[in-house]
């Protein structure tokens, strides 16, 4: 059976292997982590709506009672932002959150949040799984109570982003998971008319995995244009990533709406981006014109959360769709930043603001393709990369190679192509960005033809 092991974004495993045991196992390598670094006030456990998601968590609540932790359980399946706030608002000493994000209904996964409220860093989730064990516990027995994590959360958003969506018509879809009676309950408070999509439970997830791409939103981009929305919104199956729709341009790049966005924020505050390096240089270039810098991070929010903290950051994001900004907890969250979009469209159109800020800063092409590697390859495979790294690709000169996380090449004409390991899966990804798509697929033609011979 597959090892416990904590990637990118927690522990994920199609439920042959993620099993009541070996959850019990996590939950008692948590509580013994807790317990040699001193934290003892109480942790929260939430959970997405998968089927088997909230009898995950009770077990968990179980484990860590056992061991004399006080337990906070939601209401209901939660977003997991709505957890990471719970941690910050209650003065909590972290949480467990059971979800598989935008996986299909046969996996599911957990994953601890530190008492920050950002992404756990590798140091403690490789102290998490070194305490991988299950010993019982002796001693009093903690309390598990069911708590609101809803209310406090949209408390939070509202006093940020203090929105006003008057006249605005957004079509939420919330893929049938836990951003449901969350989002579109904030975007119709602020004064939305909404209109509502795949918002009731579904455990199988209507047969689609709660992946907002553009292969799965094309009832949202249909529904967009037939009600003559303003706006569309999804959010993945624990809503802490979004997609924006848009009536010019349909499914909305999220390298665009990150660029947007911190535009939009910049008119009434000060401060720089983050950002990973397989995100668009369109952020950069907004910084630029408005003074303000922009660093750059391994992909992975966790490595967002960290540099946003330690640069006082307005905003942090990846071009996967998970954004923050500052004053927030530093963890993407899909449920505030739908109802910021919302705000933003309300005073401007983002096709108009796209629009605005392609033909100040040029157009800006971006896209990726992923190859096939075993895990056990990907290593070798960035090694032999680093040994064997171009003088040109696809006509232009390298100018220069960041190597945060794999392969970042620079060239002369401004665009770039980057080659790095996925996190979640036994694959190679291959991006690139140019000003035009025919370029872009030069490019990625490429990146393709770099990686293959050393598979």
């Known amino acids: 059976m597959d090892a416990i092991s904590f990637g990118t974004d927690g522990w994920r495993a199609r439920l042959d292997t993620f099993t009541d045991e070996r959850v019990r196992m996590v939950g008692q390598a948590v509580a013994d982590y807790l317990a040699d670094v001193g934290h003892d006030a109480p942790v929260a456990v939430g959970y997405d709506a998968r089927a088997t998601s909230e009898g995950f968590a009770e077990s968990l609540a179980d484990v860590l ?59 403690v989730t490789d102290a998490i799984e070194d305490r991988l064990a299950y010993p019982r516990a002796e001693g009093p027995r903690g309390s598990i109570e069911r708590a609101d994590f809803v209310a406090p959360h949209a408390e939070q958003v509202e006093r940020l982003v203090e929105p006003d969506c008057s006249g605005l018509t957004v079509v939420y879809d ?20 909404v209109i509502r999509r795949r918002c009731e439970r579904d455990t199988t997830f209507g047969g689609t995995p709660p992946e907002p791409s553009p292969d799965h939103l094309g009832g949202l981009v249909s529904a967009v244009e037939a009600h003559d929305a303003d706006l569309g919104i999804a959010n993945d199956g624990d809503a802490d990533r979004l997609a924006v729709v848009t009536p ?111 033909a100040t800063h040029g157009d ?57 390991p996925s996190g979640t899966e036994p694959k190679m990804r291959v991006y690139a960005e140019a000003g035009s798509q025919e370029r872009v697929e030069e490019l990625l033609a490429a990146g393709r033809a770099l990686v293959e011979p050393h598979l």
């Not at 009672?65 to 706030?85: F, H, K, M, S, Y």
């Not at 907004?286 to 330690?310: P, Q």
């Not at 998970?322 to 963890?331: A, D, L, N, T, W």
């Open 364 to 420: 800006i092409v971006a896209d990726k393709v992923s190859v096939d590697c075993p895990d056990e390859r990907k290593s070798p495979v960035i090694e032999a990369l680093g040994e064997a790294i171009p003088e040109r690709v696809a006509g232009e000169a390298v100018e220069d190679v960041v190597t945060l996380d794999g392969f970042k090449l620079l060239l002369a004409d401004g665009s770039w192509l980057l080659v790095r």
């Open 65 to 123: 009672a056992d061991n004399g932790i006080d337990v906070l359980l939601p209401e209901r399946d939660c977003p997991t932002p709505l957890v990471a706030w719970a941690i910050v608002d209650r003065d909590l000493a972290g949480a467990l959150m059971v979800t598989a994000s935008h996986n299909p209904p046969e996996y599911n996964g957990v994953k601890f949040i530190p008492g920050d409220g950002a992404p756990a860093l590798p140091e």
């Open 174 to 193: 919330a893929m049938h998971g836990s951003g449901r009676g969350v989002t579109d309950e904030l975007l119709e408070a602020a004064g939305a008319t």
């Open 248 to 358: 010019k341009r349909g499914y909305l790049d999220e390298n665009l709406f990150f660029a947007a966005i911190y535009d939009s924020l910049l008119e009434e505050q000060s401060g720089p981006a983050v950002r990973t390096v397989s995100t668009t240089f369109l952020v950069d270039r907004v910084a630029a014109a408005h003074g303000e810098e922009v660093v750059e991070t391994a992909v992975g929010f966790k490595w967002v959360a960290e540099a946003m903290l330690a640069n006082d950051a307005l905003v942090g994001g990846e071009e996967s769709g998970g954004f923050s900004i500052r004053g927030h907890v530093p963890e993407k969250d899909g449920v505030l930043m739908a109802v910021l979009a919302a705000d933003a469209a309300a005073t401007e159109s983002l096709d108009r603001h796209v629009d605005d800020l392609l």
